[in-house]
């Protein structure tokens, strides 16, 4: 499978082309919004989920985007075209979680190991605690975890079944160390 990163300056002609040979996008908006690509006003991102793209989301690198927050990034790919078309149907936050798990597995081309919590996949997933304000009210869960959570609320991250933060901490590297290394 052929993946494109950024893909930013497309057609809907270059879209339609993409989606008919099953091509996969990683859309990367801190990085794009950091080097001012122009994003919201020509990225048709919208327009590639719709044609059943794979579109998952990236942070680019550390000096592209700055950092690798996927709940911003989540944010971001929710929220900007919404704003610049004035259409608040474009990306909902179910479709930026989507983007952040699923989609983003196939975008990698592993969709059938990891992306989505199912017997014969990796256990890979994050559990977060709503005992933040960024959770309240807690009306509608998907919502505040793409609009409103932050990294503060991660209780536990586990990846393949194990457990590699817990309590906000990371347990399998003393995390001082590294930093002082680095």
Sequence with gaps: TTKLTHAV????DEVRLLADHGV???HCPTAALRH??????????????????????GGDSANGSNHFNLLRIAYLAATLYKDFRMDQTLIPPETALEMATIEGARCLGLGEQIGSLEVGKRAD?????????EWRPLLDPVQN???????RSIESVWVDG???????RVETIELGDVLDRV
């Design 24 to 26: 996969a996008v990683a």
């Design 9 to 12: 300056y497309l057609d809907i």
């Design 162 to 168: 194990r457990r590699l933060v817990a309590d906000g």
């Design 145 to 151: 975890l793409i609009l409103n959570a932050s990294d």
């Design 125 to 133: 997933f994050v559990v977060f605690s709503t005992d933040h304000p």
């Design 36 to 57: 001012v690509k122009g994003i919201s006003r020509h990225g048709l991102f919208p327009e590639m989920l719709d044609a059943g793209i794979a579109v998952g989301l």
